[in-house]
C-alpha cells in the first residue's frame, strides 16, 4: 500500500513538473513571438530603397506633389525615391541618408506611420493618435474651403502652409481651439470678409488640408502670414518673418 502511495506521489509530481515545463516554454514562445512581432513592425515602417507597398507609395506621392519627386507612384523604392527622400531630408534639417524613419515620417506629416514606429522602438502599445484623428469631415471641409479660398494662386506648399497656420492657432492660446472659431474670427481672414470663403474647394485644397491636419508645417510654427503686396496693418509688418512661400510671409 506504502509503495502504491508513494509511486502516485511521484507521478504526480513528474506531471507537475511537466505542466509547469509546459507552461513556461509556452510563455517564453509567446513573448518571443511578441518581440519577433514588434520587431516586425519596426523593419516594416521604416523604408529604404528596395522597400515595396502602399506606405512606399504615399511617400511618392507626397514628395512627388511637393516637387521633390518626378517618377512613377508604384510603390516601389528605387533609386529615383531614394535620391527625392534625400532632397526632402536635406530641406527639412534631416539626416540625408535616404531612409524614411521617424524623423522623415514626422516632417511627411506622416503621422500614423510615425507612431507605428513609435509604438515598435518604445515596445509600448499606447501612444498619441494620428494628428487628424481628433477632427471631423467637416472641419476637413472647412479647413479645405479655407485654403482654397485664401490661397488657390499659391503652390502646393505655400497652400499646406496657410493650413497649418490655421492649426497652429487652435493648438495656440491666444486663439479659439476650434478651426472654425479661427476661421471665423472676426477679421481673421481676408476671405471670410470677403465671402470667397463660400467658394467650392478643389482636389489640392484638400489635399492640403489633409496634409496640415495630419501635422506638415512648412511654416515651422507661425500663426501670421501676410501678402505684403496687398496687406494694409502696419502692425503685421513688425512681426518677426520665419519664411516666405510663393507671395505670403509667414511670421510668428
Not at 514562445?29 to 507609395?57: F, M, P
Not at 534625400?86 to 507612431?115: C, H, P, R
Not at 497652400?159 to 492649426?167: F, L, T
Request: with cysteine.
Amino acid at each position: 500500500m506504502k509503495k502504491f502511495l508513494a509511486i502516485g506521489a511521484l507521478t504526480l509530481a513528474l506531471s507537475a513538473t511537466a505542466a509547469a515545463g509546459i507552461t513556461a516554454y509556452t510563455v517564453t514562445r509567446a513573448d518571443d513571438a511578441a518581440d519577433t512581432a514588434q520587431t516586425a513592425i519596426v523593419e516594416t515602417a521604416v523604408l529604404r530603397q528596395g522597400s515595396k507597398g502602399s506606405e512606399v507609395k504615399e511617400v511618392q506621392r507626397r514628395l512627388k506633389q511637393w516637387g521633390y519627386y518626378s517618377g512613377a507612384v508604384d510603390g516601389v523604392y528605387g533609386a529615383g525615391t531614394k535620391q527625392a527622400v534625400i532632397k526632402f531630408q536635406k530641406k527639412n534639417g534631416i539626416t540625408a541618408d535616404g531612409i524614411v524613419g521617424k524623423a522623415t515620417y514626422k516632417a511627411l506629416g506622416m503621422n500614423e506611420s510615425y507612431n507605428a514606429l513609435d509604438k515598435g522602438n518604445s515596445g509600448s502599445s499606447s501612444g498619441s493618435s494620428s494628428g487628424s484623428s481628433n477632427y471631423t469631415s467637416s472641419d476637413l471641409y472647412l479647413l479645405a474651403k479655407c485654403i482654397y479660398a485664401e490661397g488657390r494662386g499659391e503652390s502646393y506648399t505655400g497652400q499646406v502652409a496657410i493650413g497649418a497656420v490655421i492649426m497652429n492657432r487652435v493648438r495656440s492660446s491666444s486663439f479659439p481651439n476650434t478651426i472654425a472659431g479661427v476661421i471665423y474670427q472676426p477679421s481673421a481672414f481676408t476671405a471670410v470678409s470677403d465671402g470667397q470663403i463660400n467658394l467650392e474647394p478643389n482636389q489640392t485644397a484638400y489635399d492640403a488640408a489633409r496634409d496640415a491636419l495630419n501635422g506638415w508645417d512648412p511654416t515651422y510654427g507661425c500663426i501670421y502670414y501676410y501678402n505684403p503686396a496687398v496687406a494694409t496693418s502696419a502692425w503685421i509688418f513688425n512681426r518677426q518673418t520665419v519664411t516666405v512661400i510663393g507671395k505670403h510671409v509667414f511670421a510668428i
